[in-house]
């Protein structure tokens, strides 16, 4: 068993087989997943988990160099967009109109839905390097 890190064993296995520049996908209850990408399912009932807490989780184990999000969530969901600027000071934060970012999602290795039920509340994750 693992002592540390996420449990979720299809989580894990995409993390440990990203590469540079590869891509994932936390998403809200309502994104579309395309046909041919990995969905890895955690929605429970509207709201859990989070879309805060799996990308806090995800965070703790994944390098991450670049996070692309929607333009519309300046708008219309002010609360995750701060979440978003705080908690990836140190990345390359890329807006997109939405119909850009779901296009985006064919080429992720996975795309994670959360509970979350708020508008936006997605991000593209991609993979940096960690050499040591």
């Known amino acids: ?8 064993s299809h989580i894990a296995k995409v ?3 990203l ?3 590869d891509t994932i996908v936390v ?6 997943i395309p046909p041919g ?11 859990l988990p989070s879309f805060r807490e799996v990308v806090d989780a995800i965070a703790e184990d994944m390098v991450i160099e670049k996070v692309t999000i929607a333009e519309e969530i300046k708008s219309a969901n002010v609360e995750t967009l701060n979440y978003i600027n705080d908690k990836f000071q140190n990345c390359d934060i890329e807006a997109c109109p939405h119909e850009r970012l779901k296009e985006l999602t ?3 290795k996975a795309v994670i839905r959360t509970g979350e039920a708020k508008p936006y509340a ?4 991609q993979s940096g390097v960690h050499f040591g």
């Not at 998403?27 to 579309?32: C, R, T």
């Open 1 to 8: 068993m693992k002592k540390k890190g996420i449990l979720n």
């Open 15 to 17: 993390l440990a087989d």
């Open 19 to 21: 590469g540079h520049t």
């Open 27 to 32: 998403g809200d209850v309502g994104l579309p």
């Open 37 to 47: 990408v990995a969905k890895i399912d955690l929605a429970l009932t509207f709201g």
């Open 106 to 108: 064919r080429n992720a």
């Open 122 to 125: 997605n991000c593209i994750l």
